[in-house]
């Protein structure tokens, strides 16, 4: 960003406007993840969300009693076959419908946690910040990010994960 017309350079990050909602609903029973936003296969790593998944259902299947991942916005078939292929459609809550206002509070309000994914190589999160951002703030939910996603980011909210050890971490979020 150029300041006025002093030809500096400064790296600033934006975040959402909006105020942080206070939320006083119960949270759903198991440890429940959204992601949230567009449906976008070339910035959002949506294919490697739902491998970690597997992977923590691989280690242990009493995890499919106590995890939750929402996919909130109207699932296709692409989506929908990486589910059945992953063995995920016992934990994974989807939309067969556009996701309006109320759903969308309903579920982020009731989550334990939002999770946004990109690629590696991805210039999204890096120059571009996800709705699905601005909506956990909104939300006031821990946002779970990638390694590569707004790495200048540092806030208490915010979780990281290498990218190849999402299920790692999932492991040690669930509410006990």
């Known amino acids: 960003m150029i300041l006025a017309d002093t030809g500096l350079q400064k790296k600033v990050m934006y975040i959402n406007n909006r105020i942080e909602k206070k939320i ?4 759903f029973e198991k440890t429940s ?7 976008d296969y070339k910035n959002k790593d949506i294919e490697s969300i739902l491998k970690w998944f597997s992977r923590l259902l691989q280690k242990d299947k ?9 996919l909130l916005w109207q699932i296709n078939d692409k989506v929908e076959n990486w589910i ?4 995920l459609t016992n934990i994974v809550t989807t939309f067969d419908h556009y996701v309006g206002e109320k759903d ?4 982020m309000s009731r989550s334990h946690y939002a999770i ?5 190589d991805s210039i999204y999160g890096k120059y571009k910040i996800s709705g699905a951002f601005g909506d956990a703030i909104w939300f006031n939910l821990p946002v ?10 540092k806030s208490e909210n915010v979780i990281r994960f290498k990218n190849d050890s999402l299920d790692a971490l999932l492991e040690t979020l ?3």
């Open 104 to 107: 969308m509070e309903t579920y």
């Open 62 to 70: 009493k995890y499919e009693d106590q995890i939750n991942l929402i």
């Open 24 to 27: 006083d609903v119960k949270k």
């Open 84 to 87: 059945d292929r992953y063995k």
């Open 174 to 176: 669930i509410v006990k």
């Open 144 to 153: 779970i990010l990638s390694e590569n996603y707004a790495p200048d980011y």
């Open 33 to 39: 993840s959204v992601v949230s936003g567009s449906l």
């Open 116 to 120: 946004i994914s990109s690629y590696p």
